[in-house]
């Protein structure tokens, strides 16, 4: 599909079925094609397909048949790439509920399209192992900018936020993109896959749990965390790790749709998409 | 409510005016199973000569896929048809990763071939491919008796090949793979107890992994005789006996043969991963792969054969 002076190359796989709604596949960078490593995404769509679940999945500009340059800007990372996809695949299914789901960087451009388009009733988000997609890059670089200007001005303060920091290593604070706060606040559903380290576990579940106070504590009901097995901070780890991804995103993709055809209102009366700045 | 599946068909193809090149999604059936292909064809007149790109095995297939694609669009852009295709067991082939061979491969390429010529008008036919994709393209070639050949970096033995690829699952994740199935920790014992281990996220079996490393492409080639064109990636420009081997090889049968170095400090990465996070994904092949396009779209180009008469220019 055209986008700008470039094209995007995207699979949409339909059931054979009216399709439940829409799962948007993301994946993540490293110039991972549309079907994901090791076709672990073409799997997925298939087996959403029996679910009567149709799928899109798309190839990020310059990699696999998009036309364009890669880019890697962490930032709204191929956001408007993946929001126009989206929106396409809607229009043209006319369903009006989707889930989206996004792996390592993929997870970013996932929860903002599903903040930024109406009928998200759900994100999965899989995270190999760093939790930066997951978060708001404004806490992170701050903090780090706040102890940078605090270890040249007052030395002995900076040297008390050391100790502390380095006990309760809170250097990073967990603070969720909003859009996950949004998902979860409208009655979407959210799951967490996470194959990190012990610590960032831990960082992990105490974020979803001021998660839960912010929202509302029915929002425990709709968020899952599940573990993956994972090596490495990149990629998908090994192969049992793509087996428990798919396993799961299709199980929870099944019970977050709702379980028979939605359709959506035409395109030009379609509701006005959430807009962010 | 309707699928518009009129807005879907209308998103199959696109022309792209400042190339001169349209692409087209097909999805044919190659290797007994549906797949999704791309053709990519010139604006203007085609050329009767088209190519097929042999795509690599496992991980390679995704890291050659930029340039595979790259390569594509410049040959279609200087006149020529071009397909490229998901073999069966890769990306959206209908396979399993678990039937993968060098003989599927080759099976496939075939298929592909046959796929082109059914689409076009075109009267010959060459293929492309680099690394494992090479020794395929080659063994296809060897069976179509195809009028041409480019071979990046081919790989001459299997075994070596498949040592290198173990070697690779070392460093990455084969420990988790056979942590749960036993207690192997040298690659090859892995997949003696296991039957498989992982390679860069891509299982590699032991059944392709016995069958490539009996793989010698200098004893498989028995009958190409067209032309062909070895591009050597390299570190410097000391003569590989192997490829002289190679080039010996494809005389003898009576072909024509250009031997070509590109040399590259990153030459030693052609076939991994393009794009590294630590490197804030940086492009590490970038002229590398510049220098590739450049040679074989020169190379093709001047092999043009339009009304049966050989075009003698050189193309950028």
């Not at chain 1, 890059?137 to 007052?154: E, H, N, P, T, Y």
């Not at chain 1, 979860?184 to 959210?190: A, D, I, P």
């Not at chain 1, 749709?257 to 509701?271: E, G, I, K, N, Y």
């Not at chain 2, 690779?168 to 039957?195: C, I, K, W, Y």
């Amino acid at each position: 599909m055209p986008f700008g002076d470039e094209h995007l190359a995207a699979i949409l796989t339909l059931p054979e079925s009216i399709p439940r709604g829409l799962v948007v596949l993301l994946q993540g960078a490293a110039a991972t094609p549309r079907s994901a490593r090791n076709q672990a995404w073409t799997i997925a769509a298939r087996r959403l397909a029996a679910a009567d679940i149709a799928s899109v999945r798309m190839d990020y500009p310059g990699v696999g048949d998009s036309t364009g340059v890669p880019s890697f800007e962490i930032k709204a990372w191929n956001r408007e790439q993946a929001l126009k996809v989206t929106r396409v695949a809607l229009d043209a299914l006319q369903v009006e509920k989707f889930a989206v789901v996004g792996q390592c960087i993929g997870v970013r451009t996932a929860l903002e399209v599903g903040g930024r388009i109406e009928g998200c009733v759900g994100a999965a988000c899989i995270l190999v192992w760093p939790l930066g997609p997951l978060m708001e890059v404004w806490s992170k670089r701050r903090f780090r900018d706040v102890r940078r200007i605090l270890a040249q001005r007052i030395p002995a303060l900076h040297r008390i936020m050391r100790r502390v920091m380095g006990a309760t290593r809170t250097g990073q604070s967990l603070r969720f993109l909003p859009e996950l706060t949004q998902i979860l606040r409208s009655g979407g559903h959210v799951l967490f896959m996470h194959g990190g380290p012990e610590e960032s576990d831990r960082r992990l579940r105490d974020g979803a749990v001021n998660l839960m106070d912010e929202v509302g504590s029915d929002a425990g009901q709709r968020l899952q965390i599940l573990p993956l097995q994972a090596e490495a901070p990149y990629g998908t780890g090994p192969l049992v790790a793509q087996d428990q991804a798919i396993d799961a995103i299709v199980a929870w993709a099944d019970k977050t749709l709702p379980p028979v055809p939605q359709t959506a209102p035409p395109p030009a009366s379609r509701p006005q998409e959430r807009q962010h700045t | 409510m309707a699928i518009d599946y009129s807005l879907l068909e209308s998103m199959g193809s696109y022309g792209d005016a400042r190339r001169g090149i349209e692409e087209r999604f097909l999805t044919p059936v190659i290797g007994g199973g549906r797949t999704v292909a791309v053709l990519s064809t010139p604006l203007s007149p085609a050329t009767p000569m088209g190519w097929v790109i042999c795509h690599s095995f496992g991980a390679e297939q995704m890291s050659l896929q930029p340039l595979e694609v790259e390569m594509a669009r410049r040959l279609s852009a200087n006149g020529f048809p071009v397909l490229r295709f998901h073999a069966q067991g890769y990306g959206d082939s209908d396979g399993s990763p678990s039937n993968v061979t060098l003989k599927s491969h080759v099976r496939d390429s075939l298929d592909a071939a046959q796929v082109l010529a059914d689409q076009t008008n075109i009267s010959t036919i060459g293929l492309i491919g680099g690394r494992f994709g090479a020794s395929v393209a080659a063994l296809a070639a060897d069976r179509l008796t195809s009028s041409a050949l480019v071979l990046w970096e081919p790989m001459l033995d299997g075994r070596r090949y498949m040592q290198s690829l173990a070697r690779l699952a070392m460093g990455t994740n084969v420990t988790s793979d056979v942590r749960f199935r036993g207690s192997a920790q040298d690659p090859h014992e892995a997949l003696l107890e296991n039957g498989f281990i992982g390679v860069h996220g891509f299982p590699l079996g032991l059944g392709v992994f016995e069958e490539v490393s009996s793989f010698n492409l200098l004893e498989s080639l028995s009958a190409f005789a067209g032309e062909s064109l070895i591009i050597q990636i390299a570190r410097s420009r000391k003569p590989r006996t192997d490829l002289d081997q190679l080039v010996a090889r494809l005389k003898e049968l009576g072909g024509s043969v250009s031997l070509e170095v590109v040399i590259d400090p990153q030459a030693n990465t052609f076939g991994q991963q393009r794009y590294h996070e630590e490197r804030e994904q940086a492009d590490t092949q970038a002229t590398l792969s510049e220098a590739l396009l450049s040679v074989t779209t020169s190379w093709c180009g001047s092999r043009k054969v339009w009304n049966g008469q050989r075009e003698d220019r050189h193309c950028k």
